[in-house]
């Protein structure tokens, strides 16, 4: 699973843009006000041959007490309790502040490693001196860099990658399934924790870090373990009028980041809304298993047809993920939560599945039989085979003469096929196209 990285430091320090340097595309909004970057926002980000999801804070004012600002303050701790290496960004031009000591302060107490980037640093001659004042926070060596100007980013991110092996190598002996649980609040995340915890009465441990962290939750059904991550604790947007569009919180984003299954819990009377589709969206782009839980369906009155009803809804909106599996549960009197560990096998199985490939490209002649390649200006779409390349998920490659005319359509088209052989139910299909001379293929 990727680490997740956490750009923290005061307002106006420059991590938005920072942010947007690494990301590659401006997703972060700047402006010269404190406060700007008003929620979290993430992107995939790969040196060398690292990948890792780095998260951009709202600036951190430990001491101020305006609504807005200790919102910002409480989602960049959780951003901390979530990260697996934390940027601390310190402005240069503006010199060691007393808050800047604060914040060195909260990162020494989360015990995570700590880069100290020191930013606006055009010119490290000119500088050289205002760089050392920042060893004062006690925090390790500053790391000069620009980001306006892109200096000194690659010694930083070697420094920031040197943390992700020893990470990964205590991940990979831990071998149990990881199931996150989101979805909006008062949708009944907590009360199916405890049902499912309470009901089987197998819980293994608890362990939980500060109240704003997720909790993860070890479960024991059938001899199987499965680690529950519950991110129920989420609380509401702050309400604020502006033109800033607000994004998923990072607990969210990093229970999904860091699970094999994503839960989404949907209220059976409210139904499913955008904000939902957000965060399948957010499962669905990382190649999480998918299973929509819907939650409360002892409350809504049915006829023979309700059923039938609701789960057209849910395709309708969450039209992305047509494989998710769909359960409709109720945790306040425990009907079908039991479906849910069936629900889970069956995901899990289907997202370590492999498919030889004499049987993948049996189903692409087939394929291409039923429907021809599509052409453009007499020019022929040509595949040569299909070959599986790793699971979790399960990811094909598919050889063509000409990438421009492998259409999207096309390959949905062959996903199809490949879903009407082996269903591939609760995960998603990652598709890579390569173009191949026909010299090659021979």
């Known amino acids: ?8 430091g005061r307002p106006n320090v420059g991590k938005s843009t920072l942010f947007n340097v690494l990301a590659g595309e401006k997703i972060s909004i700047v402006k010269d006000e404190p406060g700007i970057t008003r929620d979290r926002i993430y992107a995939d ?56 000591g604060r914040i060195a302060d909260i990162l020494r107490k989360s015990g995570k490693p700590v880069i100290l980037v020191v930013n606006k640093v055009d010119s490290f001659k000119k500088f050289e001196a205002d760089v ?72 293994v441990s608890d362990v939980a870090g500060t109240t704003r ?5 070890v479960v024991k059904f059938n001899d199987k373990e499965y680690i529950f991550v519950d991110t129920a604790g989420l609380r509401r947007k702050a309400r604020v009028n502006d033109e800033l569009e607000h994004f998923t919180n990072v607990r969210t984003v990093a ?39 819907v939650n409360k369906w002892d409350a809504v009155e049915k006829d023979d047809k309700t059923i039938y009803r609701y789960t057209e809804k849910i395709r309708e909106v969450l039209s992305f993920t047509p494989y998710a599996e769909i359960i409709f549960i109720s945790a306040l009197t425990g009907q079908r939560v039991n479906k849910i560990f069936e629900s889970l096998d069956v995901v899990i199985q289907n997202q370590n599945l492999r498919i030889k490939t004499g049987i993948l490209n049996e189903i ?56 009407e052989a082996f269903s591939f139910s609760g995960t998603a299909l990652h598709f890579i196209i390569r173009e191949r001379s026909e010299k090659e293929t021979k």
Do not use: C
């Open 1 to 8: 699973m990727k680490p997740i990285v956490a750009i923290v």
């Open 45 to 100: 980000v790969t040196w060398l041959d690292h990948n890792f999801t780095l998260i951009d804070t709202g600036g951190i004012e430990p001491d101020s007490s305006d609504k807005m600002l200790n919102y910002m303050r409480e989602q960049a701790e959780a951003a901390i309790a979530a990260a697996d290496v934390i940027i601390f960004l310190v402005d240069v031009r503006e010199g060691l502040v007393d808050d800047d």
């Open 132 to 203: 050392y004042e920042f060893y004062n926070l006690g925090i390790g060596d500053p790391y000069p860099i620009s980001s306006s100007s892109m200096l000194g980013l690659g010694d930083m991110l070697d420094e920031v990658v040197k943390y992700f092996d020893r990470k990964s190598e205590s991940e990979e002996e831990d071998e149990r399934p990881r199931v996150a649980i989101v979805g909006k609040p008062n949708v009944g995340k907590s009360s199916l924790i405890n049902r499912i915890t309470g009901e089987n009465r197998v819980i």
């Open 213 to 217: 962290d997720a909790i993860d939750t």
């Open 255 to 293: 229970a999904v980041e860091k699970s094999d299954v994503v839960m989404l819990v949907i209220d059976a009377v409210e139904g499913v809304t955008e904000q939902d589709a957000k965060i399948i969206g957010l499962a669905h782009d990382r190649g999480k298993g998918i299973i929509i839980a």
């Open 364 to 419: 692409l002649m087939e394929a291409m039989a039923l429907q021809q390649p599509p052409s453009d200006k007499g020019k022929r779409l040509r595949i040569y085979y299909i070959t599986q390349v790793s699971v979790k998920p399960p990811t094909f490659v598919i050889f063509v003469n000409d990438k421009e005319l492998m259409h999207f359509s096309y390959t949905r088209y062959i996903e199809n096929k490949i879903r």
